[in-house]
């Protein structure tokens, strides 16, 4: 659900790290235990690996120390700020094949809405996950990926561009997106602020949604509690 997956969907992003989104049951967290064993894999910050917190929407981190992974950080999570239930989630997965092996990767639209953070980075790569997705369109797209575009599109000349071929749909669209009503004027500077203007009130939101988190771990700090396995 992070850099990995924006490197498998074509839009490449240097990470050392692996981020997973996971099932928190009982018997998924046992065999994630054993997995973590296996790889040496040992808690770096609170809080613990429990149902109670990846619930709450806590990230999980452990850093790996066998041989050919050492080094390796592995982020874990069970849900993260607007996303749908891991259930719904997995339904719509994309599964690609590395070595042999199926790799399950959140869907495209729901990789974009796990990246709109309020970490800077994340959002040039939003950019660039939508841009290859529009760009390597084919001759006949789908209404559901048109709609798709114009939700999430963040290059304003794109989105212009596609608002002018698509303007029916981007009409019937406009009261859900004020980028998409600059779009239909092909004014690029007001698309462009308009787009800025929605990345600072999802910044907002994210930043809302991660201050009690935040607090529990300050709390969980200050307490010295166990970080075991």
């Known amino acids: 659900m992070g850099g990995q997956a924006c490197v498998f969907y074509g839009a490449a992003e240097f990470s050392r790290d692996l ?7 009982p018997a998924n ?9 296996d790889l040496e894999a040992k808690p770096i910050a609170v809080p613990r690996l429990d149902i109670e917190f990846l619930e709450k929407g806590h990230g999980v ?3 790996c120390h ?6 390796l950080r592995i982020d874990l999570m069970s849900r993260y700020r607007g996303g749908a239930s891991f259930e719904d989630l997995w339904s719509r997965r994309t599964t690609i094949e590395v070595d042999g092996e199926p ?15 309020q970490c800077d980075k994340d959002w040039p790569m939003i ?3 939508m841009e290859r997705s529009y760009l390597t369109r084919g001759q006949k797209s789908s209404r559901a990926s048109v709609e798709f575009w114009l939700r999430e599109l963040r290059t304003p000349g794109l989105l212009c561009e596609l608002a002018e071929a698509q303007a029916t749909v981007a009409g019937e669209l406009v009261r859900t997106r004020p980028a998409i009503a600059a779009a239909l004027t092909a004014d690029t500077v007001e698309t462009a602020r308009a787009l800025a203007e929605e990345e600072f009130e999802e910044k907002r939101k994210d930043r809302e949604f991660w201050g009690p ?3 529990e771990i300050e709390q969980l700090r200050r ?3 166990n970080q075991k396995l």
Do not use: P
């Open 103 to 117: 790799v399950e990767l959140l869907a495209l639209e729901d990789l974009v809405e796990a990246k709109k953070t």
């Open 61 to 63: 981190h452990f850093r």
């Open 127 to 129: 950019a660039r996950l």
């Open 223 to 225: 307490n010295g509690r």
């Open 66 to 71: 066998r041989a050919d992974v050492t080094g």
């Open 213 to 215: 988190l935040k607090l």
């Open 19 to 25: 981020d997973l989104l996971i099932l928190a049951d």
């Open 29 to 37: 967290l046992e065999r994630l235990r054993t997995a973590l064993a």
